[in-house]
């Protein structure tokens, strides 16, 4: 079956400093890759996403690409913010239907 | 415009009674979603519903658990006879379409149980 398996958390890290979370995943099929974002007493939403190997997503200076020789799609931001401190699911879909999730991991950065 | 929607946001109650959580979804999204998030963990799939096909509930825990959903709208999840480890925030996501094509599911904000 499909899993998603997430760098533990929580990660605190200094303002402007470099933020990688490790994905990686087992899936049948070509999966899409997903991260979504849960920001303190907001509902998750979709941070950026890749649906082929090779695919480079980003937003909000974050990026991840999907590496399928590795099965992973990391996490990346060059300079944080406080106000990227949130949870941070990585996700994938094989059906384009359901997503499995993997168990979040807890940024906080602090000023 | 309006987002997805879900009451109640909090809900309380005892072992053994049963609930019902609504969600609203997005004004003309064929596809719904419920997960299930308990403490410290990620989303678990519950339940889809992709417009007039069969809902997917592989995802539904135990015979405790059901939805409905009306047409292209509102949904409802009730689970019977609840135990504690039903405590967990119930997240609904609804999206344009579900299929080949990963649309983006756009979450509500979740209802809260506790399970005394």
């Known amino acids: 079956g499909n899993s998603v398996t997430q760098m533990e958390g929580p990660v605190t890290l200094s303002e402007e400093a470099f933020l990688t979370i490790n994905c990686t995943y087992t899936?049948?099929?070509?999966?899409?890759l997903f991260w979504y974002v849960q920001y303190p007493g907001e509902g998750l939403q979709l941070l950026l996403k890749?649906?082929?190997?090779?695919d480079k997503g980003s937003n909000k200076g974050f990026e991840a690409t999907y590496r399928k020789e590795t099965t992973s799609f990391h996490l990346e931001k060059g300079s944080v913010q406080v106000s990227d401190s949130a949870v941070y699911f990585c996700?994938?879909?094989?059906?384009?239907?359901?997503?499995?999730f993997g168990e979040g991991t807890q940024l906080t950065v602090n000023p | 415009g309006a987002g997805v929607s879900q009451s109640p946001s909090n809900k309380v109650t005892e072992k053994g009674k049963d609930v019902e959580l609504r969600c609203d979804p997005i004004?003309?999204?064929?596809?719904l979603y419920w997960y299930r998030q308990r403490l410290g963990q990620g989303l678990e799939f519950l339940i889809y519903?992709?417009?007039?096909?069969?809902?997917?509930k592989s995802g539904l825990p135990s015979d405790r658990f059901s939805a409905e959903r009306t047409g292209e709208s509102v949904s409802t999840l009730t689970i019977q006879r609840t135990q504690q480890e039903d405590s967990a925030v119930y997240l609904c996501?609804?999206?344009?379409?579900?299929?080949?094509?990963?649309?983006?599911?756009?979450f509500g904000p979740g209802t809260r149980l506790t399970v005394t």
């Open positions: 004004s003309g999204h064929t596809a």
């Open positions: 519903f992709q417009g007039n096909s069969a809902p997917d």
């Open positions: 890749a649906t082929k190997a090779d």
């Open positions: 996501a609804s999206s344009l379409v579900g299929g080949r094509t990963p649309y983006e599911q756009y």
């Open positions: 996700a994938l879909s094989t059906s384009g239907s359901r997503l499995t």
């Open positions: 899936a049948t099929g070509y999966p899409s």
